[in-house]
């Protein structure tokens, strides 16, 4: 089973950055889409950014456009999100997968991310 090992999270102020990191445990990480989610505390799942199995394409969600950014590195079956200017609004819960996932798709812990006003 694929195993997804989210990290990088953290408290930050209001307009601080962070960089998540997502390593993938299978071996061919380079055929599938990727993206991130988030849930935060008595909320859905919400899907933030995505990118190609290539890299090439990427999308996000409104809420985050012009702040984050999505990229990978297939040689290293690692997914990234750089954050900057962040909002108390995004603090969530940090997850990484496939995209789409399927409904039997394993999901890691997630990285907590917390935003101070």
């Given at each position: 089973?694929v195993?997804?090992?989210?990290?990088g999270?953290?408290?930050?102020?209001?307009?601080?950055s962070?960089?998540?990191?997502?390593?993938?445990?299978?071996?061919?990480?380079?055929?599938?889409?990727?993206?991130?989610?988030?849930?935060?505390?008595?909320?859905?799942?919400?899907?933030?950014?995505?990118?190609?199995?290539?890299?090439?394409?990427?999308?996000?969600?409104?809420?985050?456009?012009?702040?984050?950014?999505?990229?990978?590195?297939?040689?290293?079956?690692?997914m990234?999100?750089?954050?900057?200017?962040?909002?108390?609004?995004?603090?969530?819960?940090?997850?990484?997968?496939?995209?789409?996932?399927?409904?039997?798709?394993?999901?890691?812990?997630?990285?907590q991310?917390?935003?101070?006003?």
């Amino acid at each position: 089973q694929v195993q997804l090992v989210e990290s990088g999270g953290g408290l930050v102020q209001s307009g601080g950055s962070l960089r998540l990191s997502c390593v993938v445990s299978e071996s061919i990480f380079s055929i599938y889409a990727m993206g991130w989610y988030r849930q935060a505390p008595g909320k859905g799942r919400e899907r933030v950014a995505t990118v190609s199995n290539d890299g090439s394409t990427r999308s996000y969600a409104d809420s985050v456009k012009g702040r984050f950014t999505i990229s990978r590195d297939n040689a290293k079956t690692t997914m990234y999100l750089q954050m900057n200017s962040l909002k108390p609004e995004d603090t969530a819960v940090y997850y990484c997968n496939k995209f789409p996932y399927s409904y039997g798709d394993s999901w890691g812990q997630g990285t907590q991310v917390t935003v101070s006003s």
